[in-house]
């Protein structure tokens, strides 16, 4: 993806539209381009669009930790000490303990900064409306993608906080009396984005193809249908039932009619190597790469430090973590994986291995387990070091699969044949149906059980845990199960526990919003 100059100050005017999007406001002007001049050729919403992807790729780590840090995924054992990080977890652990307050939200105030493409993503469907500068082909596929991305926003919203503040206008100046603005309903919150979604589909049409120029590193008719699954599948458990399985059901089954080239990489840890980037399996990502950009909330909470990692062992290599090679991941272990999430998988599953890495120590000739951590995203070497610059997956053919699957078990029809994909892949020469095929394993006596635990191996690290574990019980058993009891949780409160406390700047600034129930407000 490359990087285009946006119009500076219309961003900064933007963000001011909003409380939540500004600690405070700032009038001086940053640029001088203004809205009134930009739009005025049609590579001036080209590069729009290419700013908007480019902001989306940096709240990848807020979509990290909203959809995965609260699970059972991170943390340290019962009985481990925590040596195995070496470093101090620098609030890291409110999130899978659950403690978060108003003045600790692990970085995710300010409705984690959505607002701000939000905002801009507003102005751009606005522009759209009005410009005869595109062919109607261009301003279709734009438009299916600005309200398609949108839509994504506010879900995360409202799996997140419930519902949030809803602003669709487009904004290129404010009045100063009327910053303050209060928190749409929940039923309000979901209108909007299956509303979004049907503009979204309804501008792309029957043009079911990738972008010509960024392929699947923009959005897509394909994505929103994604989506369109995944929020379907969401409300079905909330009311919705069988007729929005059959809506999530359709949406994957128009993809896979619709969409040519796509289908699930022969090797697991293929689809996520640098040397095989938007590969068959991947639906839409976000590009990183070397000199651009680097995946750096990997480094910075989920991969050690070179200095600490090469005083242990890899058993797989029969020796300790070389500095200069395996063992350089120059990372910050903020947030260190459960050895029990390790010890979950199957041996003889290469999502085990290529999705965690457990360290050991050698005791009396023994390998003794010491520790965890993330390995899925390995990057590359450039000059010694190690950079993060995989491909970050929103939505993959496996998940397409896992989709149908889900709205196959609610609509009380088998998901063998979806599920048996997955599985045989990450098996490999390994896969017997008899031993590991649906429904012939234990957990399969329960398929939601059985899906959910499909869905951990599949995607852990892509920000997806916690959301399906509140997604398939919207009451939290799932959650009181895997993650903690309900009375472990600092929010006492049933009402809010599953969601996020609104943080205390947020709160102060704009004096309409209402914090969520069970947290603290001042």
Request: with cysteine; glycine share 6%.
């Amino acid at each position: 993806m490359k990087r285009k100059i946006l119009p500076l100050n219309l961003l900064a005017v933007l963000l001011m539209i909003l409380v939540s999007c500004s600690k405070q406001l700032d009038l001086s002007p940053v640029s001088t381009i203004s809205n009134a001049n930009y739009w005025t050729a049609a590579s001036s919403f080209d590069a729009f669009a290419t700013g908007l992807h480019t902001r989306f790729r940096t709240d990848n780590a807020n979509f990290q930790v909203l959809g995965e840090m609260r699970s059972d995924i991170f943390g340290t054992d019962p009985g481990n000490s925590g040596s195995f990080t070496g470093e101090a977890t620098q609030g890291a652990e409110r999130t899978w303990l659950n403690s978060m307050n108003l003045d600790n939200v692990f970085g995710q105030g300010n409705f984690s900064g959505f607002y701000y493409n939000i905002v801009q993503i507003n102005l751009f469907i606005s522009q759209l409306r009005n410009t005869s500068l595109l062919t109607q082909a261009k301003k279709n596929q734009y438009l299916g993608l600005a309200y398609g991305m949108r839509a994504y926003y506010y879900y995360h919203l409202l799996k997140s906080w419930g519902g949030v503040v809803l602003q669709t206008d487009p904004v290129v100046g404010f009045d100063i009396s009327n910053l303050a603005k209060a928190s749409n309903s929940l039923s309000q919150t979901i209108s909007l984005i299956k509303a979004d979604i049907d503009s979204s589909v309804a501008n792309y049409g029957t043009n079911y193809s990738f972008d010509a120029g960024n392929g699947k590193y923009f959005w897509s008719k394909a994505a929103t249908l994604m989506l369109k699954a995944d929020v379907y599948l969401w409300t079905s458990y909330r009311g919705g039932g069988t007729t929005d399985a059959t809506t999530a059901l359709n949406a994957v089954n128009d993809i896979q009619t619709n969409v040519a080239g796509l289908s699930l990489v022969s090797s697991f840890p293929n689809v996520f190597a640098t040397t095989n980037r938007a590969n068959a399996e991947i639906i839409f990502a976000s590009r990183y790469l070397y000199n651009e950009a680097n995946m750096n909330f990997v480094t910075n909470s989920f991969v050690p430090q070179t200095s600490l990692i090469s005083n242990f062992y890899d058993s797989v290599n029969n020796a300790k973590f070389n500095p200069n090679t395996t063992g350089n991941w120059g990372g910050l272990l903020r947030a260190p994986v459960k050895i029990a999430s390790f010890r979950q998988f199957d041996p003889k599953d290469s999502r085990a291995l290529s999705s965690i890495q457990p360290a050991y120590n050698l005791v009396a000739g023994k390998y003794v387990i010491a520790g965890c951590f993330a390995n899925k995203y390995q990057g590359e070497f450039q000059n010694g070091n190690r950079v993060i610059t995989n491909d970050y997956p929103i939505y993959r053919y496996a998940e397409l699969l896992l989709f149908k699957a889900e709205a196959e078990i609610a609509l009380g029809q088998s998901p063998a044949t979806e599920i048996n994909l997955v599985r045989a892949r990450a098996f490999g020469a390994n896969y017997n149906t008899a031993t590991y095929g649906y429904p012939n394993q234990l957990i399969d006596a329960s398929p939601k059980d059985a899906l959910l635990q499909e869905r951990l191996y599949e995607f852990i690290f892509e920000g997806k845990r916690w959301y399906d574990l509140v997604r398939l019980d919207p009451n939290g058993s799932y959650v009181y199960k895997y993650v903690m009891p309900a009375a472990n949780f600092l929010n006492t409160d049933p009402a809010g526990r599953l969601l996020w406390p609104i943080d205390r700047s947020s709160l102060t600034n704009n004096r309409l919003l209402v914090q969520t129930a069970g947290y603290s407000s001042f």
